[in-house]
């Protein structure tokens, strides 16, 4: 299964809007299977950007219980839906999430320099 970027930030904010409410919970994102959620979280538990149970294996039922300090630097800086407009753009095909950080803080940058 290949990265998708637009579900990592899907579920960054998912977690983001659901921690603030409730101890734990189960991800689901209107589009997505179970099983590409999960494997997303499963992702973003091993870059410590969400936390929760890790499962024994990467498909299996995940609950996330928030974001952690990176998942919240990461979601800040992706946030905007025109700078991940332009981050994608910029971007042409797979990245790590290392280079979609470093490029969205470019584009903010450039945004506020008016250029």
């Known amino acids: ?4 970027l637009d579900l990592v930030r899907d579920i960054l904010l998912f977690v983001e809007s659901r921690s603030a409410t409730v ?6 994102i209107d589009g997505y299977s179970e099983r590409e959620i999960n494997y997303h979280v499963y992702l973003l538990m091993q870059q410590k950007f969400i936390t929760g149970t890790e499962p024994p294996l990467r498909h299996a039922r995940v609950v996330v219980t928030g ?3 990176n998942g919240h630097d990461y979601l800040d800086t992706v946030r905007s839906d025109n700078v991940w407009k332009k981050t994608k753009e910029r971007l042409n095909g797979a990245a ?4 979609v950080l470093q490029i969205a803080k470019d ?3 450039k945004s506020a320099m008016g250029a």
């Open 1 to 4: 299964m290949q990265r998708n």
């Open 23 to 28: 101890d734990y919970f189960k991800v689901q």
């Open 107 to 109: 584009v903010i940058v």
């Open 96 to 99: 790590s999430l290392d280079l």
């Open 67 to 69: 974001l952690t300090w």
